[in-house]
């Protein structure tokens, strides 16, 4: 079955200690990104990635770091998290970032966070 | 500057008839999409429109309209299990060629 999957879908953690969000595709897809979802502010980007070794900000990178080192793989890490990082957190990707046609994304399940 | 507006919420009776409103103002254009997310679960895709006019799938239908920088969903024959978050984003040509920027989304409640 083609999909995204994330791990982990739930995690309470405490402030500093060190967190890593793991997300995999089997769809061969050449784009993936991250996007985290809050009550009032709909999801926002964090970071993307358009190819192996191809990261970029979005529109909220402070606090997180990505790596891309395999395409099928695009690990979220929380370095040292702090409360405001609590959220429910997308993994998402698509065939390319092709400027044409239905390119749709797919979505993970999402990991709520929750950073006391 | 990029705005995606859509109402925050509405409610509609089960069998009628909703049309959810997005506009948008954005630096470039490639594409308006509609999304579905039922609570604590996951975006899904519903539709997709990058001319103007009417795409029609089912029970859902998108319109749009570029020179006006605005899109609406249609449901018809709602039913319960429409009851859901639907997301307007719209992809950007330019600076961030490709991504999607998201409406706030609208939550929509079917009632019986």
């Known amino acids: 079955e083609a999909q995204v999957t994330q791990n982990p879908r739930y995690l309470i953690t405490v402030t500093g200690k060190k967190l890593t969000v793991t997300c995999s595709q089997n769809m061969n897809h050449e784009y993936m990104s991250w996007y985290r979802q809050d009550p009032g502010l709909g999801l926002r980007q964090i970071y993307y990635s358009m190819n192996v070794e191809v990261t970029d900000k979005g529109d909220v990178p402070e606090g997180y770091k990505v790596s891309r080192k395999e395409k099928r793989n695009f690990p979220l890490i929380l370095e040292s998290p702090s409360p405001n990082q609590t959220s429910l957190y997308f993994c998402?990707?698509?065939?390319?970032?092709?400027?044409?046609?239905?390119?749709?994304?797919?979505f993970g399940a999402g990991s709520r966070l929750t950073v006391l | 500057g990029q705005n995606i507006d859509q109402p925050t919420e509405m409610t509609a009776t089960e069998g009628a008839i909703v049309q959810i409103n997005c506009t948008y103002q954005t630096s470039g254009f490639n594409g308006l999409f509609w999304y579905q997310q039922h609570a604590g679960e996951a975006p899904t895709f519903l539709s997709y429109?990058?001319?103007?006019g009417l795409e029609e799938k089912g029970r859902f239908s998108s319109f749009l309209s570029r020179s006006k920088g605005y899109s609406y969903l249609l449901l018809k024959e709602l039913q319960m299990k429409d009851s859901a978050s639907y997301l307007c984003?719209?992809?950007?040509?330019?600076?961030?060629?490709?991504?999607?920027?998201f409406g706030k989304g609208t939550k929509l409640s079917v009632k019986p």
């Open positions: 998402a990707s698509s065939r390319d970032r092709a400027l044409s046609g239905a390119n749709v994304l797919t």
């Open positions: 429109n990058v001319l103007d």
């Open positions: 984003a719209v992809r950007e040509r330019g600076g961030s060629q490709g991504n999607l920027i």
